[in-house]
């Protein structure tokens, strides 16, 4: 699995409740939400965003509720990849489940930049950032999780017979 992308960078306990305020949760319309993905936190976010851009985080990325939309609308936006110092539990178990890539790596997360250019080979572990020329390493995806990720999500693993 390999992603390369312009970062868009964020600090650290971004909740879901700025990820996808809840006045927008009674739509499951996967624009809907990303029209309102970050508007909380950075109302320029949903007119820069572009489709495969990778974005970086902080600490405790994705805390707070355990509400699903939150990672839907982050993938539904065009973001390919989130890269965080850490993240909260369920989000990081429902990102997978809705097939959107996320990695913890503490020092890629602090020194990438907002509007660099980072490539990622979650395969082999290893997160380049372009810009600067810098080179990280991180746990490479298990393969259940890299056939739930391609496969655009739990569900659709399952539907597809790619996982049990």
């Not at 990102?95 to 020092?107: H, K, Q, R």
């Not at 979650?122 to 890299?146: C, H, M, S, V, W």
């Given at each position: ?39 909380d936190i950075d ?6 965003v572009k489709i ?113």
């Amino acid at each position: 699995m390999k992603y390369t992308g312009n970062v868009i960078k964020y600090g650290d306990n971004v909740d879901t409740d700025v990820i996808i305020p809840a006045r927008y949760l009674n739509t499951s319309d996967h624009a809907e939400l990303a029209s309102h993905c970050m508007e909380d936190i950075d109302k320029t976010f949903v007119n820069r965003v572009k489709i495969g851009d990778i974005m970086a985080a902080g600490q405790n990325f994705g805390c707070g509720s355990s509400r699903e939309h939150a990672p839907i609308a982050i993938k539904a936006s065009g973001i390919s990849l989130v890269i965080a110092k850490s993240f909260a539990r369920i989000f990081y178990r429902n990102a997978i489940n809705i097939g959107l890539a996320i990695v913890e790596c503490p020092e890629a997360a602090e020194e990438i930049s907002e509007g660099d250019i980072v490539e990622a080979d979650l395969d082999n572990g290893i997160i380049r950032n372009i810009t600067t020329g810098k080179e990280y390493t991180t746990a490479p995806f298990p393969e259940f999780i890299q056939k739930i990720i391609a496969n655009g999500g739990l569900m659709d693993s399952i539907a597809k017979g790619v996982i049990e």
